[in-house]
């Protein structure tokens, strides 16, 4: 019981604090609102349990046979990222009385987990924090993935409902505007520190 306390802990900081999902979705809740960005959060809230349970089952032991996939993830990741960002700082928005973009998919939502470098550290982090080494590893990765999924939708949905909220202050398309250069600066800025780790 301590052991599931203790992962429930780290799920719930690491998937509340700011971080690409987190920024995204906040940034899809002021544009698109809470009905079409529940695909998008449901992509977030199952695909990381599901890289959590690749990693923990086999994935690791591949990266530590081959450290440069590791590299080539985060350049990856990093790359992706920016393009991301770039997207956000440029997105149309429904004030403007068309709409250019739309928010991710649930598959979209899913494979971003996959270049996400916050992702990466939190399941490598979870699996080699709260596993011991034993002939099977199954049960002790169900369970940091079952934490993972229980955790993940209500720390998601506080961000996309937040940026529900903050719609309604952006009066305007040049509030609007601001708000959506200044989330993708924050997804820039939420990426440096995982560019030294």
Not at 115 to 140: E, H, L
């Amino acid at each position: 019981m301590e052991l599931i306390l203790a992962i429930t802990l780290f799920a719930f900081s690491s998937g509340i604090t700011p971080g690409p999902n987190n920024i995204m979705l906040m940034t899809s809740g002021v544009n698109f609102g809470i009905k079409p960005s529940l695909p998008h959060l449901a992509g977030i809230c199952l695909g990381f349990p599901c890289m959590v349970l690749a990693i923990g089952l086999g994935l690791s032991s591949v990266f530590q046979a081959y450290p440069v996939l590791h590299l080539i993830i985060k350049v990856l990741g990093v790359s992706y990222l920016l393009y991301l960002s770039w997207l956000i700082a440029r997105s149309s928005n429904k004030m403007e009385g068309k709409q250019l973009s739309q928010p991710f998919s649930f598959i979209q939502a899913a494979a971003f987990q996959w270049v996400n470098p916050k992702g990466w550290i939190m399941a490598v982090g979870a699996i080699a924090t709260f596993t011991v080494q034993t002939a099977d590893m199954t049960p002790q990765v169900l369970t940091i993935a079952t934490v993972f999924l229980c955790v993940a939708f209500p720390c998601a949905m506080v961000w996309l409902t937040f940026g529900v909220a903050l719609k309604r202050l952006l009066k305007n398309q040049r509030q609007q505007k601001i708000f959506n250069i200044t989330m993708a600066l924050l997804l820039v800025a939420s990426i440096l520190p995982m560019i030294g780790a």
